[in-house]
Antibody, heavy 120, light 106 residues
Framework: EVQLVESGGGLVQPGRSLKLSCAASGFTFSNYYMAWVRQAPKKGLEWVATISTSGSRTYYPDSVKGRFTISRDNAKSSLYLQMNSLKSEDTATYYC?????????????WGQGVMVTVSS | EIVLTQSPTTTAASPGEKVTITCLASSSVSNMYWYQQKSGASPKLLIYSTSSLASGVPDRFSGSGSGTSYSLTINTMEAEDAATYYCQQWSSNPPTFGSGTKLEIK
């Protein structure tokens, strides 16, 4: 059974940093692209980052480029999101999601999500 | 950025009723993906590549469309289908989601 378990969320002040983690199990982690998708309270879904199987390629929307860094450790089957210079508009539930790959641009499994609140 | 506009925003259906949700893209896309999100839960993939059912998804769900117009259909509404549904494209960067359609049971 595919499982994705996020951790590391919490309350953080604007301008500070936070690192999210996602522990994957039930599949061969190194064979899949992985992604982060967020959802602001009572709002829709927003893609945040994607990383290739080896970690050599990363992709971001303009809203987080230069502030967020996605990374992975295939030996630990873990995905990470380093978030710097956080803003109030980054407040959201962050989901770790498995992505099929460049030819299959969708998210077939999602974690339960972790809440990040950016507030003073 | 391709904007996806879903309609209706909110709707309600009786058990057994047919439901159709539409997703209009601001530019042509090659495929559409659909997700279901129940209250308090994470999204779940329903449809990939416009019309293919994800694993374990009941066959009362179906997807269709092309170009800028896509739809998700529930052939016979069941109580467990009450949820918010999102469409998603990645024909061009960045991938975008529709704003969601909330489906309630009557």
């Amino acid at each position: 059974e595919v499982q994705l378990v996020e951790s590391g969320g919490g309350l953080v002040q604007p301008g500070r940093s936070l690192k999210l983690s996602c522990a994957a199990s039930g599949f061969t982690f190194s064979n899949y692209y992985m992604a982060w998708v967020r959802q602001a309270p009572k709002k829709g879904l927003e893609w945040v980052a994607t990383i290739s199987t080896s970690g050599s390629r990363t992709y971001y929307p303009d809203s987080v480029k230069g502030r967020f860094t996605i990374s992975r450790d295939n030996a630990k089957s873990s995905l990470y999101l380093q978030m710097n210079s956080l803003k109030s508009e980054d407040t959201a539930t962050y989901y770790c999601a498995r992505q099929q790959g460049p030819g299959y641009p969708y998210f077939d499994y999602w974690g339960q999500g972790v809440m990040v609140t950016v507030s003073s | 950025e391709i904007v996806l506009t879903q309609s209706p925003t909110t709707t309600a259906a009786s058990p057994g009723e047919k439901v159709t949700i539409t997703c209009l893209a601001s530019s042509s896309v090659s495929n559409m993906y659909w997700y279901q999100q129940k209250s308090g839960a994470s999204p779940k993939l329903l449809i990939y590549s416009t019309s293919s059912l994800a694993s374990g998804v009941p066959d009362r769900f179906s997807g269709s469309g092309s170009g800028t117009s896509y739809s998700l259909t529930i052939n016979t509404m069941e109580a467990e289908d009450a949820a918010t549904y999102y469409c998603q494209q990645w024909s061009s960067n960045p991938p975008t989601f529709g704003s969601g359609t909330k489906l309630e049971i009557k």
